[in-house]
T-cell receptor
Framework: GQQLNQSPQSMFIQEGEDVSMNCTSS?????WLWYKQDPGEGPVLLIA?????ELTSNGRLTAQFGITRKDSFLNISASIPSDVGIYFCAGLQTGANNLFFGTGTRLTVIP | ETGVTQTPRHLVMGMTNKKSLKCEQH?????MYWYKQSAKKPLELMFV???????ENNSVPSRFSPECPNSSHLFLHLHTLQPEDSALYLC???????????FGPGTRLTVL
């Protein structure tokens, strides 16, 4: 299946710092999604992007749909301990039945 | 109750047991999905249903048998599993096939 390259694989940051992670693909996607997964729980949708160039915020989170439609990034500002978890990007293509997922970015916030 | 629910949340079973995982969505969606998530591996899509009809089966062993009796419920019947089948099994739903998916909390399965 399609592979989404997500980076970095893991991050260790101090509380209060900003975080940036991204997702790239060799294929075009029509929708980009960002999920967060806590240990032992299912992924929770954070932000959905439906249009190339779109910049969307959800509280301290901001995500952008790349203009080429082959990438997306997620920024978290002023990180707090509860931001800890694994962040996944996912993409949807026209005519596809399912999401294609990135490999995840594991975020650790040091108080 | 809203969202996607899954039961049980945890399940331990022997290789000769038969058990079922249940998923229920309260979002009025028409498509439902089963995923397997193993440690340090990407999410693996197992089955896709749209309007109670299976539309995708990603080379999943026959010891996993899905059932979708209506658009709100999805089951995964398990029999003669192997220890390597131990994983977090996630259910998701979307308004239509190919739309944004919303996940349940998962069932943590351990096969002894």
């Amino acid at each position: 299946g399609q592979q989404l390259n997500q980076s970095p694989q893991s991050m260790f940051i101090q509380e209060g710092e900003d975080v940036s992670m991204n997702c790239t693909s060799s294929s075009i996607f029509n929708t980009w999604l960002w999920y967060k997964q806590d240990p032992g729980e299912g992924p929770v949708l954070l932000i959905a992007l439906y249009k190339a160039g779109e910049l969307t915020s959800n509280g301290r989170l901001t995500a952008q749909f790349g203009i080429t439609r082959k990438d997306s990034f997620l920024n978290i500002s002023a990180s707090i301990p509860s931001d800890v978890g694994i962040y996944f990007c996912a993409g949807l293509q026209t005519g596809a039945n399912n999401l294609f997922f990135g490999t995840g970015t594991r975020l650790t916030v040091i108080p | 109750e809203t969202g996607v629910t899954q039961t049980p949340r945890h399940l331990v079973m022997g290789m000769t047991n038969k058990k079922s995982l249940k998923c229920e969505q309260h979002l009025g969606h028409n498509a439902m999905y089963w995923y397997k998530q193993s440690a340090k591996k990407p999410l693996e899509l197992m089955f896709v249903y749209s309007l109670e009809e299976r539309v995708e089966n990603n080379s999943v062993p026959s010891r996993f048998s899905p059932e979708c009796p209506n658009s709100s419920h999805l089951f995964l019947h398990l029999h003669t599993l192997q220890p390597e089948d131990s994983a977090l099994y996630l259910c998701a739903s979307s308004q239509l096939l190919g739309d944004t998916q919303y996940f349940g909390p998962g069932t943590r399965l351990t096969v002894l």
